[in-house]
């Protein structure tokens, strides 16, 4: 299984602090993606990035990738309450193949 | 922006009947998915579909779920013959040729069976 495991599974920190979830992953991969789920809804795609490239910046949000290591971090800087959901990484081989998700890391942000 | 849309949003069946989830992919999007997050777990790959054919499937995708594009626009989840266990939200997503924007999500509909 090529599924991507986060830890911590839960982390708490108040506004303004940083928040890194961290990813690890099984088996070789195209690319590794960040989602965030909003309690009881969707899930919203925030960042992908390929299995070639080490590092990338969305906004507030610093991804980087390792697959040496078969791993890869999210940062979250200067975190807002409304940052407060779940983020899942989720793995993928080849094009149009299935993502597999991992059990996700639940932030809570608080005022 | 375009969206993914599923309906219903909510639905509640008895055990052992028929239920189907719609979705309304993007347009011009080629690879169609069904995913489900049982409550509090993490979301699972349930089937992939391209060019009309199932792609992929996982081992929770049995004989009791079936998936279908009827008129080209619609792709539809069938779960024949409901249980318990089937309670859960059920994603569908989709991506277009490249995938540099990632899967969009629908979001979701949330199934419960009693």
């Known amino acids: 299984s090529q599924q991507g495991e986060e830890d911590p599974q839960a982390l708490s920190i108040q506004e303004g602090e940083n928040a890194t979830m961290n990813c690890s992953y099984k088996?070789?991969?195209?690319?590794l993606q960040w989602y965030r789920q909003n309690s009881g809804r969707g899930l919203v795609h925030l960042i992908l990035?390929?299995?070639?490239?080490r590092e990338k910046h969305s906004g507030r949000l610093r991804v980087t990738l390792d697959t040496s290591k078969k791993s890869s971090s999210l940062l979250i800087t200067a975190s807002r309450a409304a940052d407060t959901a779940s983020y899942f990484c989720?793995?993928?081989?080849?094009?149009?193949?299935?993502?597999?998700f991992g059990k996700g890391t639940t932030l809570s942000v608080s005022s | 922006e375009p969206e993914v849309t599923q309906t219903p949003s909510h639905q509640v069946t008895q055990m052992g009947q028929e239920v189907i989830l719609r979705c309304v992919p993007i347009?011009?999007?080629?690879?169609f998915y069904w995913y489900r997050q049982i409550l509090g777990q993490k979301v699972e790959f349930l089937v992939s579909?391209?060019?009309?054919?199932?792609?992929?499937k996982s081992e929770i995708f049995d004989d009791q779920f079936s998936v279908e594009r009827p008129d080209g626009s619609n792709f539809t989840l069938k779960i024949r013959s409901t249980k318990l266990e089937d309670s859960a939200m059920y994603f569908c997503?989709?991506?277009?040729?490249?995938?540099?924007?990632?899967?969009?999500f629908g979001s979701g509909t949330r199934l419960t069976v009693v």
């Open positions: 347009s011009n999007h080629l690879y």
């Open positions: 997503a989709s991506i277009g040729r490249t995938q540099a924007g990632g899967y969009t």
């Open positions: 579909f391209y060019n009309n054919e199932i792609s992929e």
């Open positions: 990035i390929r299995s070639n490239e």
């Open positions: 989720a793995t993928d081989g080849l094009a149009g193949t299935a993502l597999i």
């Open positions: 088996t070789s991969i195209n690319n």
